[in-house]
């Protein structure tokens, strides 16, 4: 699916639902600015746009089209042969985190950020592509006068939408804190190692998206105008603060582990003490069991009168001076 708007200078829309023939004629217009969404589009539709229209580089529609592990940002000017305008090419990820399945589902998402276009690319509904077209087009703020302004509101989205997943990961944190001293399973222990499995997910998305926001905030691209910079610095101190908190979630998360590990091992040992304590108390009953059940003919116990009494009072006293034994020590 392809969606198409062309703003004024001022952030009026012009036009919107664009048909393809047109969109040379709006690019070459100075006075628009030109965004393109492409939204799980055919390979036809990719072509047309991506290659017919922008011409863009050979090798950033190779990197669009193909799912990219790690975000990153690239800047693209044209050589004698090249049919393209200047253009920066980023690669980010949004993310969602499902308390049922305990997984960070991730979505990528592709910028070409030209002078006067915009072309995202994306094979899932995002929510932050639509709150910035709802943002564009009925905003009074006028969001949509330059691609820069766009291209940051949609960082800006993607980053905030970032907060809810964490909400709900330390939700599911706390309640393992409690759960795992209350009363430790295995089925505790899978849920630790796979919710720890997708916060270092995560990071792994975090750590590269947060170094290509930092080149953003430090205006290394001339793409960028100089008084927007700050705006993108202010979103790379959101993503800064979010990896502080993967951070301290994996930092909890082992600390839970310890917690599950020693209470399992607690349990362990307490298991351990009561078998070998009843081992021990029973003791003096199995020696004088085993002693007297010999049976030997030269045995003079055998033809006492009160032998069996004598041997059941005998296993008493000495059980009995076990255990208080065994009390007295505090083993028991």
């Not at 799912?67 to 980023?90: G, N």
């Not at 720890?196 to 926001?213: M, T």
């Not at 349990?267 to 081992?279: N, P, R």
Request: net charge negative.
């Amino acid at each position: 699916m392809i969606r198409s708007f062309a703003f004024t200078n001022q952030g009026r829309l012009h036009t919107k639902d664009i048909d393809m023939f047109l969109m040379p004629t709006l690019l070459a217009d100075t006075s628009l600015f030109l965004w393109v969404d492409l939204e799980d589009p055919t390979p036809e539709e990719t072509k047309a746009v991506l290659e017919d229209i922008f011409h863009f580089h050979v090798l950033s529609i190779e990197d669009c089209v193909a799912v990219s592990p790690s975000p990153k940002v690239e800047e693209y000017s044209p050589k004698e042969d090249d049919r393209f305008a200047p253009y920066l090419f980023m690669v980010i990820h949004a993310v969602d985190f499902s308390r049922a399945d305990n997984v960070f589902a991730t979505s990528e998402l592709d910028f070409f950020l030209g002078k006067n276009f915009l072309v995202t690319y994306h094979t899932v509904p995002l929510r932050s592509i639509k709150t910035t077209e709802e943002q564009c087009i009925k905003s009074t703020v006028h969001v949509a006068r330059a691609p820069d302004r766009v291209a940051h509101t949609l960082l800006d989205s993607i980053v905030e939408n970032y907060k809810p997943a964490l909400e709900q990961l330390s939700l599911e944190i706390a309640e393992l804190e409690g759960q795992v001293v209350a009363d430790p399973t295995r089925e505790m222990l899978n849920q630790i190692l796979s919710i720890k499995r997708e916060v270092l997910h995560l990071r792994q998305i975090i750590g590269p998206q947060r170094e290509v926001l930092a080149r953003f905030a430090r205006g290394e691209f001339k793409m960028i105008r100089p008084h927007l910079v700050p705006y993108y610095r202010d979103v790379y101190d959101s993503i800064f603060h979010i990896s502080e908190m993967a951070q301290s979630y994996t930092d909890s998360l082992t600390g839970i582990l310890h917690v599950y590990l020693n209470m399992s091992s607690n349990q362990t040992g307490e298991v351990v003490k009561l078998l070998t304590m009843i081992t021990l108390i029973t003791t003096p009953l199995m020696i004088v069991g085993t002693w007297y059940g010999m049976n030997f003919e030269g045995m003079p116990e055998l033809k006492w009168k009160y032998g069996y009494e004598l041997a059941i009072g005998l296993t008493i006293i000495s059980t009995a001076c076990t255990f208080w034994y065994f009390k007295k020590k505090r083993w028991w």
